[in-house]
């Protein structure tokens, strides 16, 4: 029986960046961050709870949203800086080539340069679970809700990183590539959230206005007559949030913290009931993170297979031949 193998890319670029010792300096610095935020936050917490209140396990919630959105911050960040050079460092080496002339198929290469990079990101994640262990000091929060917002920021992590691979592939150098990767976070943080509440305000401005017109013109004529306000219907729309990993962390983080904060469960099922015409125990909108969770890692994965199309060199080359057949019959003409 033949033994499974690690793919020689990932083994060959995670030998390389411990070598080097750059990911044990990025490690240090930004739990170097993330302590100060957590001693920041403690002191400025503790210091009024002390002179006026006891200590509630509640408080440390606080601590917790902190150091999530920190580290939430950081990873989107340094995410290009580990995907956006993935294909394009070996191409501005000059190694490229050489790698495709291998017997690893572009998928493999994919997959490889793919997993070293979203590897060093978790490596930078779980080194910071140590200071996550201070929201344990006085209770009200377990290990396993921990763990369950940071498996979901890792979930945001490998699709923003997928981007940063696509662009790798695509694009001869490093610079454009994650220039490229930073504004598309921001068409997927911001435009998503655009494109998907738009036109749900515009149907509900029509649908206002079809209403209200046909009331008064039913109270000119004295006929009553049943109208139905929705006559145009974009409900559909703000499901292309499931693709903005915002919104799964803020529904995950709800739904673990919401009542034990004291607050109402604010989730996305409350949120966006507001806006559309679906309640709130909509299986759609109370899974919001499951769902959003299986669409990110679908598009991850197609990012990944368009990532390794683009880099095919037999694609390149059928192209090129094309293009050659079709000048010479242009010639012969």
């Known amino acids: 029986m033949k033994k499974p193998t690690m793919n020689a890319v990932l083994y060959k670029d995670m030998q390389q960046k411990v070598k080097k010792g750059g990911l044990a300096i990025t490690i240090m610095v930004i739990n170097t961050v993330m302590f100060l935020v957590a001693l920041l ?19 440390l919630i606080g601590l917790f949203i902190a150091l999530i959105i920190t580290e939430a911050v950081i990873i989107c960040f340094i995410t290009p800086a580990y995907s956006a050079s993935a294909i394009s460092g070996e191409r501005e080496k ?4 050489v790698l495709l002339t291998t017997s690893m198929s572009p998928w493999e290469i994919i997959k490889g340069k793919y997993f070293s990079s979203i590897t060093q990101i978790f490596m930078v994640m779980i080194s910071g679970l140590p200071i996550f262990a201070l929201v344990f000091i006085y209770g ?20 923003l990183a997928s981007f940063g691979i696509l662009y790798s592939s695509a694009i001869k150098k490093t610079i454009t590539a994650t220039v490229l990767t930073y504004l598309t976070y921001i068409l997927v943080f911001f435009a998503t959230a655009i494109i998907a509440l738009m036109p749900v305000v515009i149907a509900q401005a029509v649908n206002s206005y079809y209403y209200y017109q046909h009331i008064n013109m039913n109270s000119i004529s004295g006929v009553t007559q049943q109208v139905s306000s929705q006559v145009v219907n974009l409900d559909g729309f703000v499901f292309i949030l499931y693709a903005n990993p915002i919104t799964t962390i803020f529904d995950c983080m ?6 034990s904060s004291g607050y109402d469960n ?10 559309v015409d679906m309640n709130k125990s909509n299986i759609l909108l109370r899974f919001w993170t499951l769902f959003g969770l299986v669409v990110q890692l679908l598009l991850t994965y197609l990012n990944l297979r368009w990532a390794a199309k683009v880099l095919n060199p037999l694609r390149k080359n059928a192209k ?14």
Do not use: P
Not at 43 to 51: E, V
């Open 254 to 259: 709800t739904n673990v913290f919401g009542s």
């Open 41 to 59: 936050v403690m002191s400025g917490t503790f210091s009024g709870y002390y002179d006026y209140y006891g200590i509630d396990s509640r408080v």
């Open 320 to 333: 090129v031949k094309g293009e050659s057949v079709e000048r010479k019959g242009t010639a012969n003409s």
């Open 140 to 159: 009200g929060i377990s290990f396993f809700q921990v763990i369950a917002v940071i498996t979901v920021i890792m979930v945001g992590a490998m699709y």
């Open 94 to 97: 000059q190694t490229l080539d």
């Open 266 to 275: 604010v989730n996305m099922a409350v949120f966006l009931s507001d806006f």
